[in-house]
């Protein structure tokens, strides 16, 4: 089974295209990461990528500015190790010292002295947090960590490191039910890494679910989301949690927030200080709300811009919205084109920046705009690519690079890089022949070519960080494991 067949089939048993349309386009700060049975090329998951963007800044910008990006392919072509072995000298790479007993194998190599690729063989399927690799030992009903072993990549080989594991008690009464359970969390570089267990099972009620966050740059606090219901009656609600004493602050109380009927998605500013809700509202129906913590204020994004219940919005900077309106096909209901405005909160301003541009469709014309937060890609029927600031119009145009069916792109956890792959549409898995990033902030792109891809079953590729790429793979038969780390 190769990608498109994976399109195919997922396409049959997907929701509603306005709501997949919807929820792509929400973004979130959870690890990015594209599984080969994605529903649509361009949306991310295990969790899914959850975006969106628009397109060419238009009249309402009269003075448009525009940058060059030059992309640059190394020359150098990546040799993927194949199976059942990894083979150090398939890599130009000398022989060294095995591992310690039972531990991956590890071939570490750079690609045009640009990219640092690392090959991780092994017997099973390892975790990666804060730049280790982890193996973690669960009690049988999934609540309890029994273990916990962490390595780091030195030399071709895995170093031991110990962490400071913690464990932190949830134990809270929201709603009338009882949300209990063990956290348990270390503190490396600066970084927060948070682990619970997966206590699902036929004793385990919806309503015991709970999941935690980590917010960008804390180390003391972190987002405690309490969950209630399935499906369609499925809600949650947000908490602050605090590491150090064990408490919780409803810091959303006072502002209507907890009022909101089957609430399930929260997006934050930076500052966390406002919040965009999004809410189920039947059969496909979907209610956006504006949440002020400061000025203790909850209104229907809809009656704040007066543009209608189709639009949808997302945060650009704290006080900043990229408020989105679409047209759909009448045969499918899927997006035709998009139109995109900047809406400044304080002043209610809002100034277009896409004007009806045509929504890029993997399985039609494969042209168009990819969404991306504040920024988002505009593909030209001639394959000629701009990548365009959503705030300020600005666009930059993207020499040396053509568009081609396969290609994808996917944000990173802070949103200023782009992940490139290409898949091989003949190849089983994702087949990917091409890899690189777009680094927005510095202005440039870089990819390569590469060579063997299919000696393996490669499952899916995501960030690990904000420079680290990872391909989660396999062996033909199943046995061996492979994860492949990309430092750009």
């Known amino acids: 089974m190769n990608i498109n067949d994976y399109r195919k089939a997922m396409d049959h048993i997907s929701p509603s295209n306005e709501l997949k349309e919807r929820i792509m386009h929400k973004k979130t700060t959870h690890r990015r990461y594209a599984p080969v049975h994605r529903v649509l090329a361009s949306i991310l998951t295990a969790v899914l990528m959850l975006t969106y963007v628009t397109t060419v800044a238009l009249a309402a910008s009269p003075e448009l500015r525009r940058a060059v990006l030059s992309f640059f392919r190394i020359e150098e072509r990546e040799q993927v190790p194949g199976q059942p072995d990894i083979n150090p000298s398939d890599i130009n ?43 973690l030992t669960w009690s049988d009903d999934g609540r309890t960590l029994l273990e916990a072993e962490f390595w780091e990549i030195k030399d071709n080989n895995l170093v031991p490191v110990q962490v400071d594991m913690r464990t932190s008690q949830i134990d809270i009464t929201f709603q009338d039910i009882n949300y209990q359970g063990n956290l348990y969390w270390f503190i490396r570089n600066g970084e927060l890494h948070l682990f619970q267990g997966s206590p699902y099972g ?94 203790r204020t909850l ?95 600005m666009q930059t145009v993207v020499e040396g690079f053509t568009w081609q069916t396969g290609d994808e792109f996917m944000p990173s956890p802070s949103g200023n890089k782009l992940l490139y792959y290409s898949s091989d549409s003949k190849a089983e898995g994702l087949g990917i022949s091409q890899l690189g990033v777009v680094d927005l902030e510095k202005g440039t792109f870089i990819a390569f070519d590469r060579e063997g891809y299919g000696n393996l079953y490669e499952e899916g590729i995501g960030w690990s960080n904000d420079s680290t790429v990872s391909i989660n793979a396999r062996s033909s038969d199943g046995e061996t494991r492979y994860l492949i780390l990309y430092t750009f």
């Open 93 to 135: 790479q000398p022989d060294v010292d095995q591992p310690y007993d039972n531990q991956p194998d590890i071939i570490q190599t750079e690609i045009g002295s640009l990219v640092k690729a690392q090959y991780i063989k092994m017997d099973q399927r390892y975790g990666l947090s804060g730049g280790l690799l982890n193996n």
């Open 202 to 295: 036929v004793d385990t009620r919806p309503e015991d679910e709970w999941s935690v966050e980590a917010i960008p740059g804390r180390t003391d606090v972190l987002l405690l989301k309490l969950a209630q219901g399935q499906q369609m009656d499925y809600t949650e609600y947000p908490m602050l949690f605090y590491l150090d004493t064990g408490e919780t602050e409803d810091f959303l109380a006072g502002t209507g927030a907890g009022q909101l009927e089957y609430a399930y998605d929260y997006s934050w500013s930076e500052s966390m200080r406002r919040a965009l809700i999004l809410c189920s509202a039947g059969m496909g129906g979907l209610q956006e709300w504006l949440c002020d913590l400061d000025a």
């Open 299 to 393: 209104i229907r994004l809809d009656e704040l811009t007066g543009m209608g219940e189709e639009v949808s919005a997302g945060f650009a900077d704290n006080d900043t919205l990229i408020l989105t309106t679409h047209t759909t096909s009448e045969e499918d209901e899927t997006w035709q084109t998009i139109t995109c405005y900047a809406y400044d909160i304080p002043t209610g301003q809002k100034t277009k920046t896409l004007d009806k541009a045509h929504y890029y469709r993997w399985w039609d014309e494969p042209y168009g705009v990819q969404l991306f937060g504040s920024r988002c890609v505009l593909i030209g029927e001639d394959g000629q690519v701009r990548l365009v600031d959503l705030k300020t119009g």
